[in-house]
């Protein structure tokens, strides 16, 4: 649209999303052994609780206090979910994160941590990941990421969230709490084996349509003019 409205000529107008390296982002462990991962222990969380993850900067289009609410609602009936974000923003984006936290009655069950080079190991220890966006967003490296690992993604479906996971059920509108709490609890109240199917599933459109290799070969295609 915006390449219309500039004069591009359409048909001179391509679209290739992000590409995904499906071999550094693989399949996580369903095994035991993913319950002493390094989020696990940091946390001396029991291999029956469930880790909800979100990653990102606290930067307000993040929509950090929808996560937060969402965790307000569970932990209120559910003792074994536990919510942790990686990423941190201003001093004053920090601070308001954790007098929200303080504020909701939050503690224990909501962490933050500052986001390292690597996060893989990240992925491979949640068992579901959130993201929250209300703007902002264009195809979400974060989204695919953790989709490529096998973990279930529920997302706002903004910018390229519907094109990633396809699934109207792993959709929410943006900002809008009651639905996200109830597409929530669907994923939750799965059994292990059906959340592992879905995060199966999910790999294998990451594989399929986003990996590296694929648009790559597309974009030199592209260029040479096959």
């Known amino acids: 649209t915006e390449c219309r409205r500039l004069g591009f000529a359409f048909d001179r107008v391509a679209y290739i999303p992000n590409?995904?390296?499906?071999?550094?982002?693989?399949?996580k462990s369903f095994s035991r052994a993913r319950y002493n991962s390094n989020i696990r222990k940091k946390f001396n969380l029991a291999k029956e609780d469930i880790i909800v993850?979100?990653?990102?900067?606290?930067?307000?289009?993040?929509?950090?206090?929808?996560?937060?609410?969402?965790a307000q609602r569970k932990i209120a009936s559910q003792s074994n979910i536990f919510f942790v974000w990686l990423g941190s923003g201003p001093f004053?984006?920090?601070m308001h994160f954790d007098n929200l936290c303080t504020k909701l009655e939050l503690h224990p069950f909501v962490k933050r941590l500052d986001q390292?080079?690597?996060?893989?190991?990240?992925?491979?220890?949640?068992?579901?990941?959130?993201s929250t966006s209300s703007y902002g967003e264009g195809f979400s490296n974060?989204?695919?990421?953790?989709?490529?690992?096998?973990?279930?993604?529920?997302?706002?479906?903004?910018?390229?969230?519907?094109?990633?996971?396809?699934?109207?059920?792993?959709?929410f509108e943006p900002?809008?709490?009651?639905?996200?709490?109830?597409?929530?609890?669907?994923?939750?109240?799965?059994?292990?084996?059906?959340?592992?199917?879905?995060?199966?599933?999910?790999?294998?459109?990451?594989?399929?349509?986003?990996?590296?290799?694929?648009?790559?070969?597309r974009t030199e295609e592209l260029l040479i003019g096959k």
């Open 19 to 27: 590409g995904i390296d499906v071999d550094q982002f693989k399949l």
């Open 53 to 70: 993850g979100a990653v990102g900067s606290l930067d307000p289009m993040k929509n950090y206090e929808l996560f937060l609410k969402l």
């Open 92 to 94: 004053e984006q920090n």
């Open 116 to 130: 390292n080079a690597n996060i893989l190991p990240f992925y491979q220890s949640i068992d579901l990941m959130i």
């Open 142 to 171: 974060v989204i695919a990421e953790a989709a490529c690992c096998g973990v279930p993604v529920l997302a706002s479906n903004i910018a390229e969230a519907s094109n990633i996971l396809v699934r109207e059920e792993l959709l």
């Open 175 to 217: 900002d809008n709490i009651a639905e996200l709490n109830q597409k929530f609890n669907v994923l939750t109240e799965m059994s292990n084996s059906d959340r592992r199917s879905l995060g199966l599933s999910l790999r294998q459109r990451i594989v399929d349509q986003f990996s590296l290799e694929l648009l790559c070969r």
